[in-house]
């Protein structure tokens, strides 16, 4: 299912540019991915879009900045300690506030990966900005799409 996210997030800039689901689903097909990743894929991403209309709702001061987050034992279980600690470091950096953090632990819930994986919430976080219609700055970018052993240090 990720690869299909990646290859979505690469080849449409917005979720509205992608065509509808049976169209999608044989471009997807087409390229060479599993009709069962598809259906997954697809399936997840109506559920981040139901995020993203229901945090279009939200009033702006719905959380405040200052909130601190305490995950459930259930999504400690779910989302790992690399992923919390991912999530808590983006947080900190001021480039994830509190609606679209609570969307990324919606929607890694949602993927039923037990831990999810660190690259795995990765993705997820690319997705939710993507579908909010926004980009994150570059050295975030790096961070989610460079391997650490990749990266160069000037």
């Not at 540019?17 to 049976?22: E, I, L, M, T």
């Not at 109506?46 to 993203?52: H, I, K, P, Q, V």
């Not at 600690?85 to 983006?90: N, R, T, V, Y």
């Not at 790096?142 to 052993?149: K, N, S």
Request: charged content about 25%; glycine content about 6%.
């Amino acid at each position: 299912m990720f690869e299909v996210l990646v290859y979505l997030y690469e080849n449409y800039w917005r979720p509205d540019a992608c065509p509808g689901h049976g169209q999608l689903s044989r471009k997807l097909s087409a390229v060479g991915f599993e009709s069962d990743e598809i259906e997954e894929a697809l399936s997840w991403l109506d559920g981040l879009s139901a995020n993203a209309e229901a945090l279009a709702q939200t009033p702006a001061d719905a959380q405040q900045t200052t909130s601190m987050r305490v995950y459930s034992e259930a999504e400690r279980e779910r989302l790992g300690e690399d992923s919390i600690g991912f999530i808590a470091f983006l947080e900190s950096a001021g480039v994830l506030p509190p609606t679209m953090r609570e969307m990324v632990v919606d929607c890694a819930s949602a993927t039923g990966h037990s831990p999810l994986a660190l690259e795995d919430l990765k993705v997820i976080v690319l997705m939710v900005f993507w579908s909010l219609g926004e980009e994150p700055d570059a050295l975030i970018l790096d961070e989610l799409f460079v391997a650490p052993e990749e990266r160069l240090i000037h």
